[in-house]
């Protein structure tokens, strides 16, 4: 049961690692778009525009990465230890 526990604890922080990358990743991608759109709308401040599109974009952001990122693998892994098991 240990070695279980530790590949958990190990694939967690991996996990981790990939949510922190994935979530600055998009968040800067977002901005960009947001910018560009703003550029093409010049719809009030930019700043403000920006902010707020990057505020309504990160609960949805949040929510899709948790699931992707730590639900499906942990959940194949739990799946592949408990269809191998004895």
């Known amino acids: 049961m240990l070695p279980i526990l ?19 990743y998009a968040r800067d991608r977002r901005r960009e778009a947001l910018e560009t759109e703003w550029h093409r ?16 974009y990160q609960g949805t952001l949040r929510r899709h990465l ?8 942990l959940s194949l892994l739990l799946l592949a230890i408990w269809m191998t098991d004895d």
């Not at 590949?7 to 600055?24: D, E, G, N, P, Q």
């Not at 709308?41 to 309504?56: M, P, S, T």
């Not at 948790?66 to 693998?73: D, N, Q, T």
């Open 6 to 24: 530790r590949l958990m604890l190990f694939a967690f922080a991996v996990l981790t690692a990939i949510y922190v990358c994935l979530s600055l």
């Open 41 to 56: 709308l010049k719809v009030g401040e930019k700043d403000d525009y920006v902010r707020d599109g990057l505020v309504a």
């Open 66 to 73: 948790l699931g992707w990122v730590y639900a499906l693998p």
